[in-house]
Nanobody
Framework: QVQLVESGGGLVQAGGSLRLSCAAS????????MGWFRQAPGKEREFVAS????????AYAGSVKGRFTISRDNAKNMVYLQMNSLKPEDTAVYYC????????????WGQGTQVTVSS
């Protein structure tokens, strides 16, 4: 069964950096799209970044473009979100997600990791 486990969240100062990790297991993800989402209290879950596991393409929300970078380690089945120049509005629970390339929705989700950015 597919499992996604996030780690790396914590408390950081505004302007600082943090790297989130997502351990993906249960199958090969060569034909999958991996994504990062976040949800702040009282807000809807929002898209942050995604990439084809193959590395052929990436996508970012406008609010994080230029500051965040999504990447993966093919050999380790790990997905990362490098977060630089963090702002208080980046505070949220961050979730790792996965879906087949042609699927309409993300069917696999991690449990989330808390990121808090202090001003």
């Amino acid at each position: 069964q597919v499992q996604l486990v996030e780690s790396g969240g914590g408390l950081v100062q505004a302007g600082g950096s943090l790297r989130l990790s997502c351990a993906a297991s249960g199958r090969t993800f060569s034909n999958y799209i991996m994504g990062w989402f976040r949800q702040a209290p009282g807000k809807e879950r929002e898209f942050v970044a995604s990439m084809m596991w193959s590395g052929a393409s990436t996508a970012y929300a406008g609010s994080v473009k230029g500051r965040f970078t999504i990447s993966r380690d093919n050999a380790k089945n790990m997905v990362y979100l490098q977060m630089n120049s963090l702002k208080p509005e980046d505070t949220a629970v961050y979730y790792c997600a996965a879906r087949p390339n042609l699927a309409a929705r993300y069917d696999y989700w991690g449990q989330g990791t808390q990121v808090t950015v202090s001003s």
